[in-house]
Each structure stands twice: as C-alpha cells, then as structure tokens.
Nanobody, 125 residues
C-alpha cells in the first residue's frame, strides 16, 4: 500500500497548538518535495506549506506564516507540521502530499492513489 497516513489532528481552542505527522511505508519522502494541504468544508483545497527534496527551502501560505513550521525526519520517513497560535479559520482536514514548491501546488508526479484519509483539525473560538 502506497498511501500516506496523516495523524495528530484534534480539537483545540484558539491560540492552541497541534503537531501533525505524515508517514508512509513504501513512498520515500526524500524523493519528493513534500507539503501539507488543507480543505475546509465548502472550500477548495489549498496549499499550506512545502519543503523541497533537499530540505533546504520551505514555503508557507501567507495565512500561516510565522505560526506553522514544516519539517521532516528522513530516517523515519515522516513529515511534520507544527501549528501554533491556531485560529478558527485553520479548521480543515489536513493532508500531506508531494508539493511543487513556492506555488504550494500538489506535485505533478503524485498519484491519486497516494492520498491518505487526512487528519481533522478543529479550532474553537
């Protein structure tokens, strides 16, 4: 199975923090620029943050700059998203996938079969 598995979501109050994780058993994240995406009910999916294959560059959506931090552990083949100062507008289902870089688009080599179930983040006011 090549799907990724996201975890770490939950219900938090505004101002709180969460740390999301994404891992896969067969996909090697070091082969891709990887990123986090989110989709709120009734809204289109949007890119949140990307990290390049080398890990040298990281990109963030304006809405999360200064609050979210993307990182990865190559040895564990795990991608993380540290989310601080969460706001109700951050409420969404969060997914990880290959990422194209500064444009925060899903990578063109990412198969639909790779998508995971996502992890729900709900921020109460």
């Amino acid at each position: 199975q090549e799907q990724v598995v996201e975890s770490g979501g939950g219900l938090v109050q505004a101002g709180g923090s969460l740390r999301l994780s994404c891992t896969a058993s067969r996909l090697r994240f070091s082969d891709y620029g990887m990123g986090w995406f989110r989709q709120a009910p009734g809204k289109a999916r949007e890119g949140v943050s990307c990290i390049t294959p080398s890990g040298a560059s990281r990109y963030y959506a304006d809405a999360v700059k200064g609050r979210f931090t993307i990182s990865r552990d190559i040895a564990k083949n795990t991608l993380y998203l540290e989310m601080n100062s969460l706001q109700p507008e951050d409420t969404a289902m969060y997914y990880c996938a290959a990422c194209s870089g500064s444009r925060l688009n899903v990578g063109t080599t990412w198969s639909n079969n790779y998508w995971g179930q996502g992890t729900q983040v709900t921020v109460s006011s």
